[in-house]
């Protein structure tokens, strides 16, 4: 019997007098709940009840022991019906962990829409290119692209990753034409500084490293953006990342007959979070609403 169903009844026969009443409020024999008050004492070397023929009444210690067992089981009560009720509606501060580029990007252009349906939930972002300790961070979810190692994290697929070749009008004006992949090698490309991601892999029946000279480095995807807008050269970037420019005609797309990835492992973007038995609905209302938002943004 544990220490919590002790208290229960113990406040149950203090509040209605008997032991016979306490039994019958919680569908057990009388001898049931003697045998815990009994127990209950043992464990802490006092008596709690003073017993009569006609009357059951607290001792000084157990008017004392009331006090606080009334309080515990109070606040536990409190305590379950918080949870419950998170449990039942989207509510309470959501922590999330993106990349700097996709969160600038995709995400934080959303956050409004999402918090004007769901106004009970408080976002909090960090947006950083390390990797992050879900637990050690308490981040409720973390957006990332690549294969998941961590067999105690679910990941949730958000979006198809598609990565392409891109530069300006006036930086493809002033080098060589490119009709192939093999072109790409008189060129300069920016890579992005990340360990993960140092080459560029063209996708076909089988994986091929592009030997390219790395001419820039950088880590973040919006510095990839800013450089090649810059005429410095040719990037593999997410299409999400100059979705507008490519509409303006201030970025071309290069050789969109192939397809690249600066990692065999990103093709998809997903959303991780922790394995647990019960999810809460603050984490699962923001996944099916960012999965959606940007499956119809994409059309």
């Known amino acids: 019997m544990s220490q919590i169903t002790r208290l229960h009844y113990f406040n149950a026969v203090v509040e209605l007098g008997s032991i016979s009443a306490a039994s019958q409020l919680y569908n057990v024999q009388p001898s049931s ?12 070397s006092v008596r709690l009840l003073s017993r009569t023929t006609r009357n059951i009444g607290l001792t000084e210690a157990g008017r004392k022991y009331y006090e606080y067992s009334q309080r515990i089981v109070a606040e536990l009560d409190e305590a379950k019906r918080v949870v419950n009720d998170l449990q039942e509606s989207p509510k309470g501060l959501l922590r ?36 992050v300790d879900l637990v050690e961070d308490n981040i409720d979810i ?12 679910i990941a949730t697929k958000l979006m198809d990753n598609n990565f392409i070749p891109c530069a300006s009008p006036h930086y493809l004006s002033k080098h060589p034409e490119i009709v192939s992949p093999d072109d790409l090698i008189k060129h300069q490309c920016i890579h992005y500084g990340y360990s993960g991601w140092q080459s560029w892999y063209l996708l076909a029946n089988k994986k091929q490293s592009l030997n390219l000279e790395k001419t820039i480095s950088v880590n973040s995807v919006n510095g990839q953006k800013q450089l090649i807008l810059n005429h410095a050269g040719i990037a593999l970037i997410p299409q999400w990342a100059v979705k507008s420019e490519l509409e303006e005609k201030s970025l071309l797309q290069l050789l969109p007959q192939y397809t690249f990835s600066p990692n065999e492992h990103l093709t998809s973007t997903y959303g991780i979070y922790l394995n647990r038995q019960f999810i809460a609905p603050k984490i699962r209302v923001f996944l099916d609403f960012i999965k959606k938002t940007i499956i119809e943004n994409s059309h």
């Open 142 to 153: 973390a957006i990332r692209s690549g294969k998941l190692e961590d067999s105690s994290l």
């Open 33 to 44: 709940i003697s045998r815990q008050i009994i127990a209950l004492e043992k464990e802490l």
């Open 96 to 131: 999330l962990n993106l990349t700097v580029g996709f969160g600038e990007s995709v995400v934080l252009p959303l956050i409004p829409l999402f918090l004007e349906q769901y106004p009970a939930i408080k976002v909090e972002l960090d947006l950083t290119e390390k990797v």
